[in-house]
């Protein structure tokens, strides 16, 4: 069972569907998501001149197509394909795949605790929903732990199935950004001095999200890579670790600077 969603979608929605039946004048779809048929009528299959539907669309095909009317009574809607962007097409795809991915998992957590699934929607489904948005709720206990979900009022027992299973089935993916540092220090264990800025820096940035590595590339030049969950974090974080290391040599008598690596 999903998250309870309205019955019909509205005009102007974004929908999956799946084609069942091709034509002369159109197809006949399955709307997944709110397991309602559909029409697809060949002047909205494409802009351009149509010599073949099958050209276009066939049976057993997935499809994003945007809602033009819903007739609840009749049950029935009209739907188009030709009013569909690539960059929609993309998007939707992307947001329906997660959603799938997310419910399954909502699944496993309630094999895992043993609780109905009905139960577990109502329980923890609804507040992370809510809150986050259901995949990206599973995404937040991967990165935060149990405590993204206890601190919305799910219990310690679900919250802890919820991590367990995310981060044994999702990858979070980072972006990486980069700089370079150059660091000279021509006093007395001068070596040791660069050495500490580095480890005083990365204590100094204590993001549980991100992730920091330095190396040499050729003295006086140094790399700094930070690994964030979005390029706006990774750059502020980028931003003062680089400010940070050169801050320290020059406060113990060295010279730095620091550039963001195109």
Known sequence: MALKKQEWPEV????????QEVTDFGAYVKVDEYDKKGLLHIS???????????DFIREGQKVVLKVLRVDAEKG?????????????????????????????????????????????????????????????GFEKAVKEGKAALTKIGISEEIATAIAEIAEERM??????????????????????????????????????EAKLRFYLIAAPKY??????????????????????IVSNVVKAGGQGSFRREK
């Open 76 to 136: 029935h809607i009209d739907l188009s394909l030709r009013r569909v962007t690539k960059r929609e097409r993309i998007e939707k795809i992307l947001s329906w795949k997660r959603e799938r991915k997310a419910e399954t998992l909502l699944r496993s957590v309630a094999e895992k605790t043993g609780i109905s699934i009905d139960e577990i929607h109502e329980k923890a489904g609804v507040q992370i929903e809510k809150e986050y948005g259901l995949y990206e």
């Open 171 to 208: 990858h979070v993916p980072m972006v990486e950004v980069k700089g370079i540092v150059e660091l000279r220090c021509m006093r007395p264990k001068g070596v040791n001095i660069i050495k500490e800025a580095f480890l005083n820096a990365k204590k100094a940035e204590k993001s549980r």
């Open 44 to 54: 909205e299959v494409s802009s351009s001149w149509i010599r073949n539907i099958r």
């Open 223 to 244: 790399a700094v890579e930070v690994k964030a969950d979005n390029y706006k974090q990774a750059e502020s974080i980028l931003q003062k670790v680089g400010e940070n």
């Open 12 to 19: 102007g929605d974004l929908v999956v569907a799946t084609v």
